[in-house]
């Protein structure tokens, strides 16, 4: 439970940076804005259209009879909608990334040297790191369609389906958003996807501590202009904690 609440505790401290420097929040919080008025227009068409949808995915089911025919497509419109809202809870983490990417950079080496942790990184020019970033928030993005489809269909299940679905959303979704937001250092570094994922496996109490509340607050809408920066800043600190200081040719470490 300690690195649980060490996670939680790095999320604190990304809050506590970006708190109080409203110039830093104002840039990291515009980004966010425009990723939430995006993915929230798109998820509230999905529900608007909904019932036309459901209905043309379960055409199977106009033969039977009105109880049956409307139980039935009331579960696949709200498994439908929960499997969006978590694609769109995902997805707006790496849409903002994307989007906010030069602001966010800003605001993690602020920290950094605030910290006085190392900024150096494999001397990749902006647009290589560029095409880094687009590369890796894809590559998320389809790993966060696949799980939506998988908790979509575990959402069918008798009974216990709705509620597994939850659980196992937020967990994977915790996941995913901790591999966000540690990436800024990861690919300044040269590090690809795959090394952030052999990293964070070695640190799971860690990243659910700082995954999970992240992941959460990032579902309110309002929060997620404040929960966005303060993560950036918390996935730096949680970046340098899991990879550690870099080693320099001479043989000593740089801090």
Known sequence: ???????????????????RRPKL??????????????????LGALIYFSPDLVTW???????????????????VGVALVAAAGLLASVSFIAVTLLIGGPFYEHIAEQAEQRL????SGDGAGFTRQ???????????V??????????????FIPVVGQIAALVLGALFGSWLVTLEMVGLVFQRRGLRLA???RALRRHRAVVFGFGLPTYLLCLVPIAQLVVIPAAVVGGTLLAHRV?????????????
């Open 243 to 255: 990879l550690g200081p870099v080693p320099r040719q001479d043989g000593v470490t740089q801090r």
């Open 195 to 197: 090394d952030r994922r």
């Open 57 to 75: 995915m379960t055409p199977f089911a106009d033969g039977w009879g009105d109880a049956a025919r409307q139980a039935l497509r009331i579960l």
């Open 25 to 42: 929040l104002f840039l990291g919080a515009l980004p966010a804005l425009i990723s939430a008025v995006l993915l929230l227009g798109g």
């Open 142 to 155: 389809g790993v966060a369609l696949v799980g939506a489809i998988v908790l979509f269909a575990i959402g």
């Open 1 to 19: 439970m300690s690195s649980f609440f060490a996670g939680v505790r790095t999320l604190g401290t990304g809050f506590g940076i970006i708190l």
């Open 130 to 140: 560029l095409g880094r970033g687009l590369r890796d928030s894809l590559k998320l």
């Open 116 to 119: 006085g942790l190392d900024t």
